[in-house]
């Protein structure tokens, strides 16, 4: 950089800032040939001006030459003091090539127009006259005079010019090396320039593609936020199923768990009230019905569904009738809810007393704490249930570090959450194979899965067979959610994988589901097959074990 | 013998057991007390119950169902049987079925699970007046 600055002799800092902000990278082109051809043209006329002096020089060298042969064949002829015809001969043959150079000399001298060679021809023509004269001298047979006179002047014209030629030609020989020295400069000069041109426009280039690098990455950078986001988005959506999901299915078993232990309480109390009357309203016959029939009570099935129960409940009514009770429906309810079914015989002592009302309410209030607890322990095992698959889902890797994930949990997990939503008459296969610990991230997995299962529970609209599948082969697993519902028509199979592509009324569905299991199964190297029909949907995801 | 019912409808047994102890201990001997696990069946209860020159005075319903929801089946109900108190017991629901089960059904209450012996009772005991 520092050679361009010396060349444009602008400071460095403003060169450079100059040539990289406002400079287009045209601009340069431009101006960089530009300079080459002038920098190409003056270098080929300072070669041609070295050329033209070496001519010159040459020229000189040669006009030297022939001077002194000139020379030497003039003094034969005036020291031989005649001039015969061969000499004459010789000296017009040399005299024609000595002029010849010196009208090319002349040439190059009109052409050049400098005024070094003048001197030079000044010279030579006081030689030229000199030797003249002598000649003249000679033919007239002067030689004496000419010995006395002229050998002296020619002489010393000769050493003149002599000297003035050597003179011309040396300065000659000095310009042809001084332009040729010029003229490499220039050379140096070009090839340095171009680098520095090269260099320049390798660094815009540079520069800018370390723009366009640096604009990608940020562009990039703000598509991974926002698909982090969608990430996040998506998990909040599915956190308010599980909301949904996990209200219901743990407000139901306080509710009868809080209901159960209240009925107790008061069961227990009434009873107490009443026990001491036992033997007072209770013959010792109708006593051991009584004992019987708790017994029986807390032998019995409490908990069966509310068809059977009505079922027996009709059956006890019919059987009651043939005590003639004024209140048989309501004695039938209480042994119903007691779990009582069968043969009323043993009972027949009890119903036949006059406190038979009393007995089967006391018998009831002693008896309903057991079945109370039942439902309590139920519903202790119920939420421990949900408690647990929460967990599961919850225990997110804050590392954001992979670990070794079980696929078959995970699916149970979400199985769990969707309990409430699964029972409704939709029937559920599991078809889990011993399958090894993938590495992944667990959280996100499960929303896969939690995005598969919930799609397919809504295509079935409440109702077919949700198939769930585990497969372990070729260092992958498989994992395939099939339904029964009603398929995805084959002109938008295309698009379920699009982020908002949903066929759900609006505030239902967002349509990231799909969209982000995508992006997560491409984290963990995983990908996602369809395959749908009306009543036979598959999704399988494909794992690396 | 009462002639007048009240119905309760859960998918659970367990609540329903409870629910028809809490009402009972309540109420006594002054209604019958008929339990259903879903819309479907409720319907056949109904029925019998009318066959029976029953009448139902409240119906209890749960929200989240099989097939058909409380919302709905309340709002199905209270077509034919405009009279009859329809409470809500449900242990989520969203706002928006709440809101439909008030229009539609003409529901008297939406109560909470787990809820309170005494909310329950009360509730019914005002809507009987
Ligand atoms: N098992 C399936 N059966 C039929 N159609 C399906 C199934 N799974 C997905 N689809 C179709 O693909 C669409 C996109 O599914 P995606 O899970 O991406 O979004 P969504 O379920 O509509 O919304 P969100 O998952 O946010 O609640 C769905 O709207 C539905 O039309
Ligand atoms: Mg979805």
């Known amino acids: ?545 | 013998m009462p002639n007048a019912a009240i119905l309760c409808v859960d998918d659970e047994v367990s609540i329903l057991k409870v629910l028809k102890e809490q009402l009972k201990r309540c109420f006594g001997r002054q209604y019958i007390y008929e339990v259903a696990q879903s819309a479907a069946e409720a319907w056949v209860v109904i029925d019998e119950l009318e066959q029976e020159e029953i009448k139902i005075l409240v119906i209890v319903s749960d929200w989240l169902m099989p097939h058909i929801r409380g919302d709905e089946f309340l709002a199905q109900v209270h077509q034919r049987f405009p009279k009859i108190i329809k409470v809500m017991l449900t242990g989520q629901a969203d706002e928006a079925a709440i809101a439909y089960a008030y229009q539609q059904a003409n529901l008297y209450a939406c109560i909470h699970k787990p809820w309170e012996e005494q909310e329950l009772q009360q509730v019914i005991r005002t809507a009987l007046g």
């Open chain 1, 1 to 545: 950089m520092s050679y361009l600055a010396k060349f444009l002799s602008i400071r460095p800092s403003r060169a450079l800032a100059s040539l990289k902000e406002k400079q287009p990278v045209w601009a340069v082109l431009v101006a960089t040939s530009t300079v080459a051809i002038i920098c190409d043209s003056a270098i080929y006329q300072l070669n041609q001006m070295a050329e033209r002096s070496n001519e010159t020089r040459l020229l000189l060298t040669q006009a030297k030459e022939q001077m002194s042969r000139l020379k030497s064949l003039e003094w034969e002829s005036i020291s031989k003091g005649e001039i015969d015809d061969n000499l004459v001969e010789e000296l017009a043959e040399n005299q024609e090539a000595t002029e010849y150079i010196l009208g090319k000399l002349e040439a190059i001298d009109r052409r050049d127009n400098n005024d070094s060679l003048d001197r030079f021809f000044v010279a030579y023509s006081a030689y030229r006259d000199q030797v003249k004269e002598a000649l003249e001298l000679v033919s007239q047979g002067k030689i004496k005079e000419v010995l006395e006179i002229n050998a002296h002047a020619i002489d010393e014209v000769y050493d003149d010019l002599y000297s003035k030629i050597t003179r011309l030609e040396d300065r000659y020989v000095y310009r042809n090396q001084s332009t040729r020295a010029l003229a490499d400069f220039g050379t140096a000069t070009a090839l340095i320039l171009s680098a520095i041109t090269i260099g320049i426009l390798f660094h815009q280039f540079s520069q800018k593609l370390r723009h366009k690098k640096d604009e990608l990455e940020v562009a990039f950078g703000d598509l991974q936020q926002a698909q982090d986001q969608l990430i996040q988005q998506e998990k909040m959506a599915a956190l308010g199923q599980l909301i949904t999901g996990v209200s219901h299915e743990i407000n139901n078993p306080l509710g009868a768990i809080k209901a159960s232990a209240s009925n107790t309480e008061k069961a227990l109390q009434e009873a107490l009230l009443e026990l001491p009357l036992l033997h007072q309203y209770l013959s010792p016959e109708e006593r051991e019905s009584f004992f019987a029939l708790i017994t029986q009570a807390t032998n019995g099935q409490p908990l069966v569904d509310c068809q059977g129960s009505r079922d027996r409940k009709r059956k006890l009514v019919i059987q009651l009738q043939g005590y003639d009770l004024d209140d048989d429906r309501y004695i039938a309810d209480l042994l119903t809810d007691m779990g009582i079914s069968e043969n009323l015989d043993f009972l027949s002592p009890l119903l036949t007393s006059i406190h038979h009302e009393w007995a089967v309410q006391l018998a009831y209030n002693l008896t309903c704490s057991f079945v109370n607890n039942q439902i309590i322990l139920h519903a202790v095992d119920q939420s421990s249930k949900i408690v647990f698959a929460l967990k599961n889902y919850a225990r997110s890797d804050a590392s954001g570090n992979r670990q070794l994930v079980n696929v078959n949990n995970g699916l149970e997990t979400v199985l769990k959450i969707y309990h409430s939503q699964l029972k409704n008459n939709i029937h559920i296969i599991r078809d889990y194979q011993d399958i090894p610990d993938i590495l992944g991230y667990p959280d996100e997995l499960i929303q896969v899965w939690t995005n598969l299962i919930h799609n397919a529970i809504h295509a079935m609209a409440g109702n077919g067979t949700l198939t769930i599948s585990t497969r372990h082969q070729d260092h992958a697993i498989e994992v395939s959610i099939a339904d029964t519902g009603a398929g995805i028509p084959a002109d938008i199979q295309h698009k379920i994988f699009d982020a908002f592509f949903t066929t759900k009324p609006a505030g239902e569905g967002s349509g990231l589901g799909l969209y982000i299991s995508q992006k997560i199964l491409e984290k963990h190297n995983g990908r996602m097959a369809i395959e749908s029909q009306p009543g036979r949907t598959r999704f399988s995801v494909f794992l690396p074990a």
